[in-house]
């Protein structure tokens, strides 16, 4: 994607069901969970860059002994930099005691992070807030073993602060209102509820405290802790969490917004935000790596048993399409196949603005994330190539020379811009700064003329503006006639809520094109201000009455219109080449992508009633003038 956007998080979660010698005499070293989830992470790299985090649970403890370790980093290379501390420690302590290294037992017992029970974490900061405090894992400790409480998630909760005032209706004083800590809390809450109640009916059974704990771990029910803790959240996510003794969840909220695929065998289980992460890691093969059902959580038990629990009602599976189009790896095999679809469902409108004239057409791509959609565009344009040939030969008489022609004739594909990593913007004047961000890309010279359409595609065109500052004057240097920047994804109208940063109706270009199109027509003020009046008056409404009133900024206008007024608004007056902005339909889109019909990035069409919340205070915001974020 042209447009830097944050977005996400990754989870990793892995339970060893062997002992740890057991995986020392098979592979050969006792740091095997440790190795793998440090693969997982990195192989989830795209999914988190500003912190990461790490903790472990050690089964079967002497009282005294540490039995819980975490670590966590906000450097430029988190995953690195906790993966160096740990094997930091490991080293220090195997130096120090080497009769450990070959005796698994004493190195679980001395050497901190080796345990049978893995989560771990990376993030971007969605909220603007990158210090150590925001970095998954959290922890909620106390001294009864099973009360203790890690989480790390994958979500975003749109009704923080209706959550919050909940945990002060329980009695409780949250030291802050993250939604982070705020889920923690209300899981912590309902976990000590839960072990109270066990423990007072143990009392009666006969048992004392210490008779008491192990007990109290075996029956704990974390469904229905899950199940009371999670009633009232609004959002997606994927969360993640490990008790003290050694239970572990993940749970998938109602609409399977955020994605979580699991794998089991004898030896583990294993949970992780992609699928291709586990395939990998683990070399098993595609069709054993499941999917978490949406308001479904996979329960490990300390023992080892594994159970899948229906938490939440499901809701309409709407997972996010976004994930698909751009954020997800594309190594995953469902991922790569719906990218090419998405670029050759493009093709027939490529073809309509440059007059069929594939002679005269160069084609690329930018960035590398959206080459996968390339290879489907221009599988599409040889395959009407093809076709155009056969025609030729179906007729009689046959044009000899045509056939030659069209024989002759391949989409002509370059590789036009590259991104210089190196270079860094760190003038702040704008006229200087903007000089250097023309700058950020270079082009290959020599390779288009000037009777050349150049057909460039793109993952997405959210804010456009590193295409205006940018792409659209380095490729006008190469003396096209035309300029065609293709969208794989179609216009971005509506903000996310659910994990990915995009807060502010206003960053859009599609919203600014709806603005200045209504600005054109002279509508501009009436429809703002009826919009906002209705924003205003669904304010206090809750649950699914609340509609999105934003929707009504678009409805007057054609796809197309829109699409025509960013070209306009993308378009430097200095430039030469006629300029042509092209975005995917939403019918090609569902096409594309059949199982992730979440779409409200597109449509508005938001998957919880929280989301049209978002939304008509995303626009308050912009029509009061406010710069805050709408959640």
Not at 24 to 30: L, N, S
Not at 121 to 150: A, C, D, K
Not at 490 to 501: A, F, L, N
Request: proline share 4%.
């Amino acid at each position: 994607m042209s447009d830097a956007i944050k977005h996400e998080c990754g989870i990793a979660l892995l339970r060893l069901k062997k002992p740890i010698s057991y995986y020392q005499e098979k592979y050969g070293t006792a740091l095997f969970g440790i190795n793998k989830m440090y693969l997982m992470m990195e192989k989830q790299h795209n999914r988190g860059q500003d912190g990461a985090g790490f903790a472990s649970i050690k089964f079967d403890m002497d009282p005294g002994e540490r039995y819980i370790s975490r670590v966590r980093s906000c450097e430029k290379q988190p995953i690195q930099d906790i993966f160096n501390q740990i094997s930091s420690r490991i080293q220090t302590t195997i130096d120090n005691h080497p009769e450990i290294e070959s005796n698994s037992k004493l190195l679980k017992q001395k050497v901190p992070y080796v345990g049978e029970l893995m989560l771990g974490h990376v993030r971007y900061g969605t909220f603007g807030n990158n210090g150590i405090e925001s970095v998954h894992p959290f922890l909620r400790q106390n001294n009864w073993m099973h009360r203790n409480l890690i989480v790390a998630g994958n979500f975003n909760m749109t009704n923080v602060n209706e959550l919050f005032d909940n945990l002060i209706s329980l009695g409780q004083h949250p030291k802050e209102k993250a939604d982070t800590i705020t889920v923690m809390e209300k899981i912590g809450h309902f976990l000590d509820d839960a072990v109270a109640k066990i423990y007072k009916k143990l009392k009666k059974e006969g048992f004392n405290k210490y008779q008491a704990s192990p007990l109290i771990a075996e029956r704990l029910n974390i469904s229905k802790i899950l199940r009371k803790a999670a009633k009232n959240w609004d959002g997606g996510y994927a969360m993640a969490g490990m008790l003290g003794h050694g239970d572990a969840f993940v749970l998938r909220d109602p609409a399977g917004i955020r994605p979580a695929f699991f794998y089991e065998d004898d030896e583990i289980v294993v949970v992780a935000s992609e699928r291709p992460v586990i395939q990998t890691v683990f070399n098993v093969p595609l069709d054993e790596i499941k999917e978490i059902d949406p308001g479904s959580a996979i329960i490990v038990k300390k023992s080892g048993e594994t159970s899948f629990q229906q938490v939440l009602e499901p809701l309409e599976k709407r997972s996010c399409s976004f994930e698909r189009i751009y954020f997800s790896r594309g190594s995953d095999a469902s991922i790569y196949k719906e990218r090419k679809e998405l670029g050759k469902l493009l093709f027939p409108k490529i073809l309509e603005n440059i007059n069929s004239d594939i002679e005269n057409t160069v084609f690329s791509y930018i960035p590398n994330t959206a080459e996968t959609s390339f290879y489907g565009l221009i599988g599409e344009a040889q395959n009407h190539l093809k076709s155009q040939i056969s025609e030729e030969i179906s007729k009689v008489p046959i044009n000899k020379e045509r056939v030659l022609e069209l024989l002759n004739l391949n989409p002509r594909i370059e590789k036009i811009a590259i991104k210089d990593a190196k270079l860094r913007t760190f003038i702040t004047s704008d006229s200087s700064r903007d000089d250097l961000v023309a700058h950020v890309y270079d082009i290959t010279y020599g390779v288009v003329k000037t009777t050349d359409n150049l057909v460039i595609i793109d993952d997405s065109i959210v804010r456009g503006t590193t295409l205006k500052k940018s792409i659209l004057t380095m490729l006008d240097r190469l003396g096209p006639k035309k300029i065609i920047v293709v969208s794989s994804a179609p216009q971005i109208r509506y903000p996310d809520c659910y994990g990915i940063d995009m807060a502010r109706l206003e960053d859009f270009i599609a919203f600014q094109a709806a603005l200045a199109l209504h600005e054109d027509r002279g509508t501009k003020k009436a429809v703002l201000d009826s919009i906002y009046e209705n924003c205003k008056a669904s304010k206090e409404i809750y649950g699914e009455e609340v509609s999105n009133h934003v929707r009504a900024l678009y409805q007057p206008f054609t796809t197309e219109e829109i699409s025509d007024k960013i070209s306009v608004l993308l378009s430097n007056p200095d430039l030469k080449a006629e300029v042509k902005i092209i975005y995917q339909n939403i019918d090609n889109l569902h096409a594309a992508c059949p199982e992730s019909q979440g779409d409200w990035y597109f449509t508005g069409n938001y998957p919880t009633p929280g989301g049209n919340r978002v939304v008509n205070k995303a626009f308050m915001n912009f029509y009061e003038g406010k710069s805050e974020r709408a959640y």
